[in-house]
């Protein structure tokens, strides 16, 4: 079984920043992908970013590529989401996790809050 925790949310101003950590325990992450997902009030969870067991392959959603880097430590069991030039549509809970399947996560984390103000 696999655990994730994620911390790094907050409130934060249109075009700034924020880090994103998620930290794994359980078992050892260095073979399976690691995802961010984000729910919106009243909208459906949507996938974020993601990154293969390796690092050696990113993928983004179009609405965040250029401003979030999704980065992992496989050392560390840890995966990261760099968010720059935040804006107000960014703000939802975010969600780590971990899967097999690079897009289909078998494991998923409680959320972090991201909140930005315009």
């Known amino acids: 079984q696999v655990q994730l925790v994620e911390s790094g949310g907050g409130f934060v101003q249109a075009g700034g920043s924020l880090r994103l950590s998620c930290a794994a325990s359980?078992?050892?992450?260095?073979?399976?992908?690691m995802d961010w997902f984000r729910q919106a009030p009243g909208k459906e969870r949507e996938f974020v970013a993601a990154?293969?067991?390796?690092?050696?392959?990113?993928y983004y959603a179009d609405s965040v590529k250029g401003r979030f880097t999704i980065s992992r430590d496989n050392a560390k069991n840890s995966v990261y989401l760099q968010m720059n030039s935040l804006k107000p549509e960014d703000t939802a809970v975010y969600y780590c996790?971990?899967?097999?399947?690079?897009?289909?996560?078998?494991?998923w984390g409680q959320g972090t809050q991201v909140t930005v103000s315009s």
């Open positions: 990154i293969t067991w390796s690092g050696g392959s990113t």
């Open positions: 996790a971990a899967g097999v399947d690079t897009f289909t996560p078998d494991y």
């Open positions: 359980g078992r050892t992450l260095s073979w399976h992908a």
